[in-house]
T-cell receptor
Framework: SQQGEEDPQALSIQEGENATMNCSYK?????LQWYRQNSGRGLVHLIL?????REKHSGRLRVTLDTSKKSSSLLITASRAADTASYFC????????????FGRGTSLIVHP | GAGVSQTPSNKVTEKGKYVELRCDPI?????LYWYRQSLGQGPEFLIY????????DSGLPNDRFFAVRPEGSVSTLKIQRTERGDSAVYLC???????????FGDGTRLSIL
């Protein structure tokens, strides 16, 4: 079963625009991680946010976490064609399991 | 340094055959994970190793699937009596410790004819 659910499933934008993807989950978490996956490749880790953190930044990426709503968002600012990929959130539960559980992902297309 | 390496990158075999998929994790990473990914889906957990032992194998779909990591480094996922439904991309990931950011290989695309 998949704990995280990304929204939207697909997103198509123009270069230079911002892209926002959301992730909702069901159980208490230790941390939440965002990954990107280019077609035919493995996943690449982007950002990890812990349950006691509310916001983290890395370059053009901004991640927020609202544990009361059990949701997270990933914002990519000033998008580029090279940002075209699938983006996944993965949750690590607070119950002692070290198994990141992935959602179905958001497919982002950035048009040049 | 080298990332996670998976071999073969592609494997095509007939229904009923036995296959082995190999994963070379990043040196020093104690945690190793196997996932299965179908088209348009996220990675589905199969098994998690901490060192040499399988800490959690609850994701293995049935007893045709087995994985080992005898020396705490390289891991092999073994599938017996393959079925067409086993066709998917099999991903391996490693991390310094369980629950930490994972480094993924590019996967083995398994096709069962």
């Amino acid at each position: 079963s998949q704990q995280g659910e990304e929204d939207p499933q697909a997103l198509s934008i123009q270069e230079g625009e911002n892209a926002t993807m959301n992730c909702s989950y069901k159980t208490s978490i230790n941390n939440l991680q965002w990954y990107r996956q280019n077609s035919g490749r493995g996943l690449v880790h982007l950002i990890l946010i812990r349950s006691n953190e509310r916001e983290k930044h890395s370059g053009r990426l901004r991640v927020t976490l609202d544990t009361s709503k059990k949701s997270s968002s990933l914002l990519i600012t000033a998008s580029r064609a090279a940002d075209t990929a699938s983006y996944f959130c993965a949750t690590v539960s607070s119950g002692g399991s070290y198994i990141p559980t992935f959602g179905r992902g958001t497919s982002l297309i950035v048009h040049p | 340094g080298a990332g996670v390496s998976q071999t073969p990158s592609n494997k095509v075999t007939e229904k009923g055959k036995y296959v082995e998929l190999r994963c070379d994790p990043i040196s020093g990473h104690t945690a190793l994970y196997w996932y299965r990914q179908s088209l348009g889906q996220g990675p589905e957990f199969l098994i998690y190793f901490q060192g040499t032992g399988a800490a959690d194998d609850s994701g293995l779909p049935n007893d045709r699937f087995f994985a080992v990591r005898p020396e705490g480094s390289v891991s092999t996922l073994k599938i017996q009596r393959t079925e067409r439904g086993d066709s998917a991309v099999y991903l391996c990931a490693s991390s310094e410790q369980g629950g930490q950011p994972q480094h993924f290989g590019d996967g083995t695309r398994l096709s069962i004819l």
